[in-house]
């Protein structure tokens, strides 16, 4: 990509202070013009896993990669579905297809998925932490959390402590978490994160949990940045996928007709896992380019917060990951 022109930077401006102009399709059609966007050039033999990958824009994303030559790693919770990605992936690419099966919300599955990875011959490239739902109802997992912060928050957290603790990463892997602009609208709060069967609302658990990520990445990057491997957070706009169908179907009806597709939406990570260009680490992407983690006053962290933010959930999720893998 050439650095975008005066006119591209005004009118992304423009964009990204209506929310509906920058999440929507309007945002992907216009952006993507006015950067000349090409596909990233330097996916050709990068090992890649994407969690999520059996649906919407893990799938998308899957599609992409492998058509751009990248060695593929699909994780997903059933075999059926695993079985269906790797043969629609194959459709559009002959490169490698590997298929993971494991439920993202246990901390045991996540563990030995973990294993499975460091033990490949090659050590991962890039890691798209890209799994997830929105659960209307109050589920605890068979572990005894609840399986929005599990999926969302402990998971990813103990996949990528686990693979960086055993050599899983290459010496410039990057890891991507694919969050939500949902989590705008909350102000991160570990004593408010694990919801109670009593207060449990699904939007208000998943946009916590995800805010909880833009919390947890910039805090890998401050203390393993170093180290060469970088963490980044992407926010897909809003794109049409089962996901969102199941999830928030009123919110789909009405925005239907502003809704990105799914490779669309899958653009900025496909982007961020095989750009030769080395995105500045540790923010948020939509679009191909870094954006604010705040937009409302009341959900803004000072630098100094942040920091103590990073070091106390990511205490807090050694500790529920420790209790339950001792158990
Ligand atoms: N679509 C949007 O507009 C939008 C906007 C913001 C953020 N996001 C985020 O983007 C990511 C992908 O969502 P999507 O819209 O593509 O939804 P989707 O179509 O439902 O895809 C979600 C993927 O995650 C998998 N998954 C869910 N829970 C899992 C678990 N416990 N273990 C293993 N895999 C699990 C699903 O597997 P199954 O196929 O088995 O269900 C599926 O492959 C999510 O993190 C979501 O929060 C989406």
Redesign the pocket.
Known sequence: MNAPSPLANVLDAALEATVVGSFTRVGYAARSRLDGWSDPTAVAGRTIVI??????????AAVRLAALGARLHL????EA?LAH?QAHVRLHSSSEVITHC?????LR?TRRLGETLVALATPLDVLI??????LTSYTPTSEGIE?TV???VL?PYLLTEYLLAHGGFAPHARDIT?????MYSERFNLATLDMSPTTYRGTVA?ARA?RAQCVLIPHWQRIYGSSGVSFHLV??????????S??IPQFERVTKAL??S?DQ??DTMVWLAGTSLDPAPGRLWLDRRPRNLYRLKKTRLSISEEIAAGDTLAQWCKERVEEVLSD
Do not use: F, I, M
Not at 52 to 58: C, E, I, V
Not at 102 to 106: I, Q, R, V, W
Not at 235 to 244: D, I, R
């Open positions: 969690t999520g990958a059996t649906s919407g824009l893990g799938l998308a994780v997903g919770r059933s579905k990605a494991c439920d993202l919300s246990l599955e932490q890209n799994a997830g739902a929105l399986t599990a999926t969302h998971s694919v969050t939500s602009g949902g998943y995800k926010h897909p706009g809003w794109a049409a996928t089962p996901g969102l199941s999830g809704l990105r799914a939406g899958a």
